[in-house]
Each structure stands twice: as structure tokens, then as C-alpha cells.
């Protein structure tokens, strides 16, 4: 069983530029979501992706977009860079099985930053 | 807003100690309540998934417990060892089987030798 894989690792960026991460999810999981996670902080929800459609989305602005593709696996773009952007990027799947225990696994992390 | 808090921000502990460490949410109507670990710049590894008709969670060292009513959780770590040094991080599920985790800053821990 392959686990979440994320590329690229890190990614330095210039401010007002975009830019796409890369998620693939563990083996047989449909539901991808992305997380934004800045130093000393907790992950924040940015969006998720069930089935190849948005299915919720946190308070990012819409510069930040993405796609699930077939296969499951995810893209996150950002446009128009900001410095507060800089961040590490986290990428989890899931499965909907059940609705109590849909335990969600974790990517290594793109780690952004933008100079 | 739902909110959710992890106290202490940091522990540090003699290797061998048991300890506890916290997290409270605002909103009891959660579906589930994760405990992750995080090295430095490295991504989440789940550690317990506690549902939210359970009690408690056990997995080896590892004791998670969930109380609802109160809007708490603790993991409990047996024995520590210099290898659990991490930062442990809560995170609640308020939306079921899509639903998007809501986390907490983390407690950083670190077992000293």
C-alpha cells in the first residue's frame, strides 16, 4: 500500500508568481484535502477535493485553486504569490467509509517559499 | 467558532516519565478527534482516531481518551523515550466522512536523556 506522496519537496517562489503543488493519495482513497500550515502553527483547511469536485473550502481567497484528477490524485495552484504565502503546503486522503472513523493520512509536506 | 486548544505549548521531561498531554475543543458535536506527530518540516503522522461514541484509543505507549460532554482530550504517553521528542498535534472532525480536520497549535515535547 503506497502512502501520500507530494511533490515537489520545497519550491522558492518570487513574489506575484504562481505556483503548483502536487498530491497523490494513498492507494484507494478518494478524498483529497490540502492544508496550509505557517511556522509555529497549526494546519489550516484550505480546500477538498471528493470525486473530482470541490467539496468544501476554508477562508483562503479564490487565487488559491485546485483539481482532482481520476486517479485521485490532486493539484493545488496558487496565483499572484504573497509573501505570506510561504508555508508548508500538506496534502491528506481519505476514504469515505465511514462518516466516524474516516482517518485522515498525511503527505511529507511541500514546503513554499516566496522571497 | 470552533475552536481548538492544546496546553501546554511545550513539555519538556526526563526519558522514563509518563506523561499527558491536552487538547480542548469548543463544540462537542464532533464526529471524530485525531492525535497526530510532526517532526521539523516534515508532514503528519496519525497516531490514535478516537470516534466519537468512544471512550478511548490504545496503541502500544499511547493512551487517547476523548470526553465530549467536557470538550476535552488527552493522549498519555508511557515510558517516554528521547525518540518521542515532537511536536503532537489535536485535530477535531466536525464534518463526518467529508468533513475537514480543525487542529491546534501543538504541544512540542521533548524527552531529554
Known amino acids: 500500500e503506497t502512502g501520500v506522496t507530494q511533490s515537489p519537496t520545497h519550491l522558492i517562489k518570487t513574489r506575484g508568481q504562481q505556483v503548483t503543488l502536487r498530491c497523490s493519495s494513498q492507494?484507494?482513497?478518494?478524498?483529497v484535502s490540502w492544508y496550509q500550515q505557517a511556522l509555529g502553527q497549526g494546519p489550516q483547511f484550505i480546500f477538498q477535493?471528493?470525486?473530482?469536485?470541490?467539496?468544501g473550502r476554508g477562508n483562503f481567497p479564490p487565487r488559491f485553486s485546485g483539481l482532482q484528477f481520476p486517479n485521485y490524485s490532486s493539484e493545488l495552484n496558487v496565483n499572484a504569490l504573497e509573501l505570506d504565502d510561504s508555508a508548508l503546503y500538506l496534502c491528506?486522503?481519505?476514504?469515505?467509509?465511514?462518516?466516524?472513523?474516516?482517518?485522515?493520512?498525511f503527505g511529507p509536506g511541500t514546503r513554499l517559499t516566496v522571497l | 467558532k470552533q475552536e481548538v486548544t492544546q496546553i501546554p505549548a511545550a513539555l519538556s521531561v526526563p526519558e522514563g516519565e509518563n506523561l499527558v498531554l491536552n487538547c480542548s475543543f469548543t463544540?462537542?458535536?464532533?464526529?471524530?478527534l485525531q492525535w497526530f506527530r510532526q517532526d521539523p518540516g516534515k508532514g503528519l503522522t496519525s497516531l490514535l482516531l478516537?470516534?466519537?461514541?468512544?471512550r478511548e484509543q490504545t496503541s502500544g505507549r499511547l493512551n487517547a481518551s476523548l470526553d465530549k460532554s467536557s470538550g476535552r482530550s488527552t493522549l498519555y504517553i508511557a515510558a517516554s523515550q528521547p525518540g518521542d521528542s515532537a511536536t503532537y498535534l489535536c485535530?477535531?472532525?466536525?464534518?463526518?466522512?467529508?468533513?475537514?480536520?480543525?487542529f491546534g497549535k501543538g504541544t512540542k515535547l521533548s524527552v531529554k536523556p
Open positions: 463544540d462537542s458535536a464532533i464526529y471524530n
Open positions: 477535493y471528493y470525486r473530482e469536485e470541490e467539496n
Open positions: 492507494s484507494g482513497h478518494n478524498t
Open positions: 478516537i470516534q466519537s461514541s468512544q
Open positions: 485535530a477535531v472532525n466536525y464534518g463526518g466522512s467529508q468533513g475537514n480536520l480543525i
Open positions: 491528506a486522503s481519505s476514504l469515505e467509509f465511514d462518516e466516524y472513523d474516516n482517518e485522515q493520512f
